[in-house]
């Protein structure tokens, strides 16, 4: 932290002896202003420097994220692929919930032993009404046929 020193006045005494009380004060005080300004010009100075060297370092670091060898471009572009491949993924992933939600359904109620059953017991049954003419004909009055 920045501390600002206590200054004295650094006018030679032989020089204010025969001043009187106001200008011995206004010298004084000139002399006290001049030594503070000097200092904040120096401080300034340094401080200017000091922001310089960040300034660069920063500019460095930016121009290494910037331009290694296309490294961070390429990086961009993989994290965009990323995730408009994750778009597509969600995509895919919702079509095959559907078709799994199918299969499940076709294994739990369809194919197994109950509904190959229940399935050979309705094609002979279909079988038996298309052969026999009254049976059909109370099917075909059923359906509207």
Known sequence: MLKRPSFQSK?????????SEKDRYIIEQLSVIGQTQE???DETIKQSSKLESVDDKVSELDDK???TNGKIGSAILQIHALETKNEADKQSDFEIKKIVSAKLFLEKYLINKYGIGIFFLFVIGIIKVLTTPELKEILFKIIGI
């Open 11 to 19: 006018v030679p005494e032989y020089l204010l002896e025969k001043a």
């Open 39 to 41: 200092w904040l010009v």
């Open 65 to 67: 994220l910037k331009y």
